[in-house]
């Protein structure tokens, strides 16, 4: 498998395959073209695409048969069906037998690129490796051949040892798993990690965003429909439960879907069967499902906006993923990581980060955990003008927040605390309240003006914006010697 996405494209129209060479262009992605069933079946074999562009009717072979015989080969790779006007039930036969999607030609680049980006992302999940530290396949510290086109999922705190157990332990299993962590901790990687690992490995893998989709597109994108079942529905659509049957289905942000479809889909996890919105038909299906989420379940069942019914079901097994900023030194191992990788694929050089450098990092909140990190590095590295990592290579701004923040916790402190002897002082009855408190705050601001200063009483006096004879009279008021200066 290359690291740019490959598409495999058959057909014997020539228009189609410049059309595909065009529009996916060189060098982001690598087109092989094929004008039969047979060179189609060699070039699937040598090339190993990502997807694949396959036409119904070919010069030697239908391509309803020539699916069936790519899936014996790879049930990974998703395929879609080009037909022509009348062929869409044939189109609709295929989906049921693994293809992963179909177009009716002719069609706009507009209508295709979707299509083709949706199948190649679906492949990446499937197929890109998701190494777990010492993984036998990866072999040196990620620069095998293998190690670049995986993605390495790191850790050694033992928050994330006890991930990597986990997921040794439950892959084998069909136990359905939850994954739980704020927004970009690893929950797609640790799912794809799982599925790579587990029985299922060799059969489909489908990934649904839950909270990207409108509910009632969800309705039909997860299980399908029948042709007239709502306005637009102008064909029958089969859905990802059905195309998953065998393989692994991932519920991305669970936590966001709605009652009614949390209803459906705890239907379809306790009796493992289903309709298609508009059919009456039940439908046999064998699934396993990862889900994850960044919202907390518990309050959510609290809050009556989960079924706890359903949670219980998909919890099965749970993997939680903790916050970047309780990793400990994996932050250094990861931001060191991530540099060099990305130094490598942006061509810029890369020696060393800062101490400074790292300090700000360090003390930076990462809300956006490792996928922030990732974009931070990746802008760092563009404004680098040199191959050690300095402060002012990070973006504008960067790490000045927490600065700010913690000056700013400061002075809520020193400020509750002024509060605090304030009160206990009314509360005690004093009548002095005012002249003790400014002269406290005299000394503290005089005595650090002269040190600043090095008891240069001519600065120290301008810099305070008072006379020099009043500095005098205020130090030896207050009690002030050289030896508390
Ligand atoms: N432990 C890790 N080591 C290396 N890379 C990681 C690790 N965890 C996450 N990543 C990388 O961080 C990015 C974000 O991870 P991922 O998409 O899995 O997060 P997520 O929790 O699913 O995010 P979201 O909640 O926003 O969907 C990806 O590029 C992933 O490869």
Same mark, same amino acid.
């Not at 040892?161 to 299993?173: L, T």
């Not at 809300?367 to 973006?395: D, H, M, Y």
């Not at 002075?411 to 002024?418: F, N, Q, T, V």
């Given at each position: 498998?290359?690291?740019?996405?490959?598409?495999?494209?058959?057909?014997?129209?020539?228009?189609?395959?410049?059309?595909?060479? !065009?529009?996916?262009?060189?060098?982001?992605?690598?087109?092989?073209?094929?004008?039969?069933?047979?060179?189609?079946?060699?070039?699937?074999?040598?090339?190993?695409?990502?997807?694949?562009?396959?036409?119904?009717?070919?010069?030697?072979?239908?391509?309803?048969?020539?699916?069936?015989? @790519?899936?014996? @080969?790879?049930?990974?790779?998703?395929?879609?069906?080009?037909?022509?006007?009348?062929?869409?039930?044939?189109?609709?036969?295929?989906?049921?037998?693994?293809?992963?999607?179909?177009?009716?030609?002719?069609?706009?680049?507009?209508?295709?690129?979707?299509?083709?980006?949706?199948? !190649?992302?679906?492949?990446?999940?499937? *197929?890109?490796?998701?190494?777990?530290?010492?993984?036998?396949?990866?072999?040196?510290?990620?620069?095998?051949?293998?190690?670049?086109?995986?993605?390495?999922?790191?850790?050694?705190?033992?928050?994330?040892?006890?991930?990597?157990?986990?997921?040794?332990?439950?892959?084998? *299993?069909?136990?359905?798993?939850?994954?739980?962590?704020?927004?970009?901790?690893?929950?797609?990687?640790?799912?794809?990690?799982?599925?790579?690992?587990?029985?299922?490995?060799?059969?489909?893998?489908?990934?649904?965003?839950?909270?990207?989709?409108?509910?009632?597109?969800?309705?039909?994108?997860?299980?399908?429909?029948?042709?007239?079942?709502?306005?637009?529905?102008?064909?029958?659509?089969?859905?990802?439960?059905?195309?998953?049957?065998?393989?692994?289905?991932?519920?991305?942000?669970?936590?966001?879907?709605?009652?009614?479809?949390?209803?459906?889909?705890?239907?379809?996890?306790?009796?493992?069967?289903?309709?298609?919105?508009?059919?009456?038909?039940?439908?046999?299906?064998?699934? *396993?499902?990862?889900?994850?989420?960044?919202?907390?379940?518990?309050?959510?069942?609290?809050?009556?906006?989960?079924?706890?019914?359903?949670?219980? *079901?998909?919890?099965?097994?749970?993997?939680?993923?903790?916050?970047?900023?309780?990793?400990?030194?994996?932050?250094?191992?990861?931001?060191?990581?991530?540099?060099?990788?990305?130094?490598?694929?942006?061509?810029?050089?890369?020696?060393?980060?800062?101490?400074?450098?790292?300090?700000?990092?360090?003390?930076?909140?990462?809300?956006?955990?490792?996928?922030? @990190?990732?974009?931070?590095?990746?802008?760092?590295?563009?404004?680098?003008?040199?191959?050690?990592?300095?402060?002012?290579?990070?973006?504008?701004?960067?790490?000045?927040?927490?600065?700010?923040?913690?000056?700013?916790?400061?002075?809520?402190?020193?400020?509750?605390?002024?509060?605090?002897?304030?009160?206990?002082?009314?509360?005690?009855?004093?009548?002095?309240?005012?002249?003790?408190?400014?002269?406290?705050?005299?000394?503290?601001?005089?005595?650090?003006? !002269?040190?600043?200063?090095?008891?240069?009483?001519?600065?120290?006096?301008?810099? !305070?914006?008072?006379?020099?004879?009043?500095?005098?009279?205020?130090?030896?008021?207050?009690?002030?010697?050289?030896?508390?200066?």
């Amino acid at each position: 498998m290359n690291d740019r996405p490959t598409l495999l494209v058959i057909d014997d129209d020539p228009l189609i395959l410049q059309c595909m060479q !065009l529009c996916l262009p060189e060098p982001d992605y690598q087109v092989f073209t094929s004008t039969n069933a047979t060179t189609g079946m060699e070039s699937f074999r040598r090339h190993e695409p990502d997807a694949v562009l396959l036409d119904v009717q070919l010069p030697d072979q239908s391509g309803l048969a020539l699916i069936h015989e @790519l899936r014996e @080969l790879d049930r990974r790779v998703p395929v879609i069906l080009m037909t022509g006007h009348g062929t869409a039930e044939t189109a609709i036969t295929a989906m049921s037998g693994g293809a992963f999607e179909y177009i009716t030609k002719p069609f706009e680049p507009d209508e295709i690129l979707p299509l083709i980006d949706s199948a !190649l992302e679906t492949s990446r999940m499937a *197929r890109r490796p998701a190494a777990l530290p010492n993984d036998p396949k990866i072999t040196g510290s990620g620069k095998s051949p293998v190690a670049a086109r995986a993605d390495l999922v790191l850790g050694s705190c033992p928050q994330m040892i006890e991930v990597f157990r986990s997921i040794g332990r439950v892959a084998s *299993r069909e136990a359905a798993v939850l994954i739980l962590g704020e927004t970009g901790t690893g929950k797609e990687v640790v799912a794809r990690a799982i599925y790579q690992h587990s029985q299922r490995h060799d059969q489909v893998f489908h990934a649904i965003n839950c909270a990207a989709i409108p509910e009632a597109l969800l309705e039909s994108e997860l299980f399908g429909h029948e042709k007239g079942s709502f306005t637009g529905a102008d064909q029958r659509r089969v859905g990802k439960f059905e195309l998953c049957d065998g393989g692994t289905l991932f519920l991305d942000e669970i936590g966001d879907m709605s009652p009614v479809m949390q209803t459906k889909l705890l239907r379809v996890l306790q009796e493992k069967e289903f309709e298609r919105v508009g059919g009456s038909r039940p439908i046999k299906t064998d699934v *396993r499902i990862i889900a994850a989420t960044n919202r907390d379940l518990k309050a959510a069942m609290n809050d009556g906006s989960f079924r706890s019914d359903l949670f219980y *079901r998909l919890n099965e097994f749970t993997i939680e993923l903790p916050p970047l900023r309780q990793r400990g030194g994996d932050f250094a191992e990861m931001a060191e990581h991530f540099f060099a990788l990305y130094a490598t694929q942006l061509g810029k050089d890369f020696v060393s980060i800062a101490p400074e450098t790292m300090q700000r990092l360090l003390a930076h909140p990462w809300p956006g955990n490792v996928r922030e @990190l990732q974009g931070v590095i990746k802008q760092t590295l563009l404004k680098a003008s040199g191959p050690v990592i300095v402060p002012a290579f990070l973006p504008n701004g960067f790490g000045y927040e927490s600065e700010l923040e913690s000056h700013h916790s400061v002075a809520i402190g020193w400020r509750e605390g002024l509060a605090e002897d304030v009160r206990q002082r009314i509360a005690a009855g004093s009548f002095s309240v005012s002249s003790d408190i400014h002269d406290e705050a005299d000394r503290i601001l005089i005595s650090e003006m !002269l040190k600043a200063t090095g008891n240069n009483l001519s600065e120290a006096s301008s810099r !305070l914006g008072i006379s020099r004879p009043t500095l005098r009279s205020r130090i030896r008021a207050l009690g002030l010697r050289p030896d508390t200066m």
